[in-house]
Nanobody
Framework: QVQLVESGGGLAQPGGSLNLSCAAS????????MGWYRQAPGKRREFVAT???????YYADSVKGRFTVSRNNARTMMTLQMNSLNPQDTAVYYC???????????WGQGTQVPVSS
């Protein structure tokens, strides 16, 4: 089992930046992919970004060029650097990972990111 805890959320100004963190504990050596999802009010949870075991990164079109996902080699910390924020980025952001060998999934509790002036 892997436990995930997000931090770093909070009110951001349009055009501003925010850095989210996700701390992982437990069987971290079994982590395969790690990523971020978000859920805006009244909408379904959607993919934001992911980083694979081999450090390949993938992004939703809506955040490409503005957000950057990274993690440490120990797989105990993942970050999401968010730049040029706009009100459409307002959501609860969730940390996610898949764990080998069963490819089970773990989710964090979420952190709120309102973007407003």
């Amino acid at each position: 089992q892997v436990q995930l805890v997000e931090s770093g959320g909070g009110l951001a100004q349009p055009g501003g930046s925010l850095n989210l963190s996700c701390a992982a504990s437990g069987l971290v050596l079994n982590i395969d992919t790690m990523g971020w999802y978000r859920q805006a009010p009244g909408k379904r949870r959607e993919f934001v970004a992911t980083i694979t075991r081999g450090d390949a990164t993938y992004y939703a079109d809506s955040v490409k060029g503005r957000f950057t996902v990274s993690r440490n080699n120990a797989r105990t910390m993942m970050t999401l650097q968010m730049n040029s924020l706009n009100p459409q980025d307002t959501a609860v952001y969730y940390c996610h990972c898949t764990v080998l060998p069963a490819r089970s999934t773990s989710w964090g509790q979420g952190t709120q990111v309102p973007v407003s002036s």
